[in-house]
């Protein structure tokens, strides 16, 4: 229900911009944001961006990135700048609605050194 895009190889310095938007309408969503997993790491929140328009962003995230959405589109963007190799990894985006949540089928971010 969530689609994902933009991802791809950058190099260090680059930036890169996700886009995730909702095939379906999705109603009463509280919060929409990205996460991300490395290989052998545990799936953590890049950003999010909660019903009201505060946002919530990783220490490793502040400075560099930024989290929009589009609210009539349910659509939700994330703006990286200056990537650094350890930011390479699949980021999901989700919707959280009461009770469930939503991802998206995630996308690979690979920046080189």
């Known amino acids: 229900q969530l689609q994902a895009s933009g991802g791809g190889l950058v190099q260090a310095g680059g930036s890169l911009r996700l886009s995730c938007a909702a095939s379906?309408?999705?109603?009463?969503?509280?919060?929409m944001g990205w996460y991300r997993q490395a290989p052998g790491k545990q799936r953590e929140l890049v950003a999010r961006?909660?019903?009201?328009?505060?946002?919530n962003y990783a220490d490793s995230a502040k400075g560099r990135f930024t989290i929009s959405r589009d609210n009539a589109q349910d659509t939700v963007y994330l703006q990286m700048n200056s990537l650094k190799p350890e930011d390479t990894a699949v980021y999901y985006c989700?919707?959280?609605?009461?009770?469930?949540?939503?991802w998206g089928q995630g996308t690979q971010v690979t920046v080189s050194s």
């Open positions: 989700n919707a959280a609605v009461i009770g469930t949540n939503y």
């Open positions: 379906e309408r999705i109603f009463n969503i509280n919060s």
């Open positions: 961006i909660i019903r009201g328009g505060s946002t």
